[in-house]
């Protein structure tokens, strides 16, 4: 268990931020750029024949290499020796969706579900705007990513707590 201090803490004193995240190496270096093998984690959008947004089938998160990251807003909580804790919701159009966990696990923004629970990160690495984490879900549960286990090479991967690949996690602040 590491400790960490507020000398190296800015999303604590932040008390409110964007970022964004992206799942990367566990040995990634802060200073250095995304390497090419960072998975941007997005929302997923799955679309009808008519260009419609399929309700139930989108706002998941996703993790891959096809989208941007999605900008999320994470909202100060408390915090205990090693972990911070946040609420996390959209930014723009998705500001008024919370980002909670669907009854198999699945990580989405939700617009009308009642989300109360907050989400840990477990800083590993910090620097001026970028942090190098693990994330957990409120009961302490891993944030992992889950893909059919039939596609060898997948477009990308959802993020859920219980199944999974455990993964190392890098948010970086966006200066507004």
Request: proline share 3%; net charge negative.
């Amino acid at each position: 268990m590491t400790t960490f201090t507020n000398d190296n803490n800015w999303a604590e004193r932040a008390e409110v931020f964007l970022g964004t995240l992206h799942i990367v190496d566990s040995t990634a270096d802060l200073e250095s750029p995304l390497g090419e093998n960072a998975r941007s984690v997005h929302l997923s959008e799955f679309k009808d024949r008519d260009g419609q947004v399929i309700g139930g089938q989108s706002d998941w998160l996703v993790a891959g290499h096809e989208q941007p990251a999605t900008v999320l807003r994470f909202l100060f909580h408390s915090r205990t020796s090693d972990r911070l804790h946040f609420m996390i919701s959209g930014s723009g159009a998705d500001h008024e969706k919370k980002l909670g966990i669907s009854r198999n696990g699945y990580l989405g923004l939700y617009a009308y579900a009642s989300v109360r629970d907050y989400f840990k990160l477990e800083p590993l690495h910090w620097g001026d705007d970028a942090v190098i984490c693990r994330w957990r879900d409120h009961q302490g549960h891993v944030v992992r990513t889950h893909h059919d286990p039939a596609v060898s090479n997948p477009r990308f991967s959802y993020l859920r707590v219980g199944e999974g690949e455990e993964v190392t996690f890098r948010i970086e602040r966006i200066n507004i």
